[in-house]
């Protein structure tokens, strides 16, 4: 069992920056594959971002390339998620999760085991 805590979002406007955080439970942390994910009301859950246990690898959506950066912290069982250049359009709630240990990074939501309870991210126009 993993438990995942999102902080850091909030209210900001088009333009600005946040930076999320999730912390992880367990001691096998340094072994997770991470993702990031959002949901806007009315929509489907969509990938952000993910990053492989070494954090030698990541991988972005199209819609957040350039301006999002994912990064780990494994010492400190922590998956970062920095958002510069926000847009209206990033209002979500975002959540991270985890995959298997060592698994390869991958977009597919039901290749997660584990999810956060989310944070919600508001961008004013």
């Known amino acids: 069992q993993v438990q995942l805590v999102e902080s850091g979002g909030g209210l900001v406007q088009a333009g600005g920056s946040l930076r999320l955080s999730c912390a992880a439970s367990?001691?096998?942390?340094?072994?997770?594959?991470m993702g990031w994910f959002r949901q806007a009301p009315g929509k489907e859950r969509e990938f952000v971002t993910a990053i492989n246990w070494s954090g030698g690898t990541t991988y972005y959506a199209d819609s957040v390339k350039g301006r999002f950066t994912i990064s780990r912290d494994n010492a400190k069982n922590t998956v970062y998620l920095q958002m510069n250049s926000l847009k209206p359009e990033d209002t979500a709630v975002y959540y991270c999760?985890?995959?298997?240990?060592?698994?390869?990074?991958?977009?597919?939501?039901?290749?997660?085991?584990?999810w956060g309870q989310g944070t919600q991210v508001t961008v004013s126009s």
């Open positions: 367990g001691r096998t942390f340094s072994s997770y594959t």
């Open positions: 999760a985890v995959q298997k240990p060592f698994a390869v990074v991958t977009a597919t939501p039901s290749n997660y085991n584990y």
